[in-house]
C-alpha cells in the first residue's frame, strides 16, 4: 500500500524558508520520479518541482527552491527558500507514475 506522509510546513514570513519532507512507503522509492505539487488559492494545482532521472521545476520557482531526495530514507524534499506571499498553498508529495498523493501540508507566508 502507497503510503506518502508530507510535514514541515507552518507559517513564515516572507523572505523565510521552509524545507518540506514527505515519507513514502509501500513501494520502491529510487525506481521512481517523485514530485512537489502546491494548490494555492484561486488556481489549478500545479507542479512545483519532480525528480527521476532528470530535475525539473515550475517556471515560478525560479531558482528559490531546491528538490531533493534520499533514497536510503525514502524520503523526498523541497527546501523552499525567499519565500512570498504568493507560495501560500497546501503543498503535496505525489508518486508521479502511479499517481498517487500525500494528504498535503499547509505553508503560510505571512507577516
Known amino acids: 500500500q502507497v503510503q506518502l506522509v508530507e510535514s514541515g510546513g507552518g507559517l513564515v514570513q516572507p523572505g523565510g524558508s521552509l524545507n518540506l519532507s514527505c515519507v513514502a512507503s509501500g513501494f520502491s522509492f529510487s525506481t521512481f520520479t517523485m514530485a512537489w505539487y502546491r494548490q494555492v488559492s484561486g488556481k489549478e494545482r500545479e507542479m512545483v518541482a519532480r525528480k527521476g532521472a532528470i530535475t525539473e521545476y515550475g517556471d515560478f520557482v525560479k531558482g528559490r527552491f531546491t528538490i531533493s531526495r534520499d533514497n536510503a530514507k525514502s524520503t523526498l524534499y523541497l527546501l523552499m527558500n525567499n519565500l512570498k506571499p504568493e507560495d501560500t498553498g497546501v503543498y503535496y508529495c505525489?508518486?508521479?507514475?502511479?499517481?498517487?498523493w500525500g494528504q498535503g501540508t499547509q505553508v503560510t507566508v505571512s507577516s
Open positions: 505525489k508518486h508521479e507514475a502511479w499517481a498517487r
